[in-house]
């Protein structure tokens, strides 16, 4: 029985874990959209912070959709006060995260609304 308990509780933890990885949990307010997956963010502070959002690739400069693609993300995320949950940044120093805006993932909503394609190997749930 002592087996048993030991074994089903290491199988919560691996299974809740990654739930707590999340090492950055900013919040503030989008200052800029830069493209369909880049955002500016200032915090309470009023220090900036670029966000690249995780799991998800927008049409670049030169691809098509890529003026529509920034739009949908400004109409979602510009001016809003917006949660980042990030474990990472990227070589550019971008914070990579998820935008949450009143309960909604704004990176899951790019893709669901067809601006942005999923990056299954770097999605992550909260």
Known sequence: ??????????????????LASWATDLAGRVVRVIDGDTVVLLDAENEQHKIRLSGIDAPESGQAYRK???????????????????????????????????G???????IADGFA??????????
């Open 104 to 110: 909604v993932d704004l990176n899951l909503a790019m």
């Open 1 to 18: 029985m002592m087996n048993t308990c030991l074994t089903t509780n290491l199988l919560l933890l691996a299974l809740f874990l990654p």
């Open 117 to 126: 394609l999923c990056r299954r190997t770097k999605l992550r749930r909260p």
């Open 68 to 102: 529509r693609a920034k739009e949908h993300l400004i109409n979602l995320a510009a001016q809003k006060q917006i949660r980042v949950l990030s474990d990472k940044t990227d070589r550019y120093r971008r914070i990579v995260g998820k935008l949450i805006h009143d």
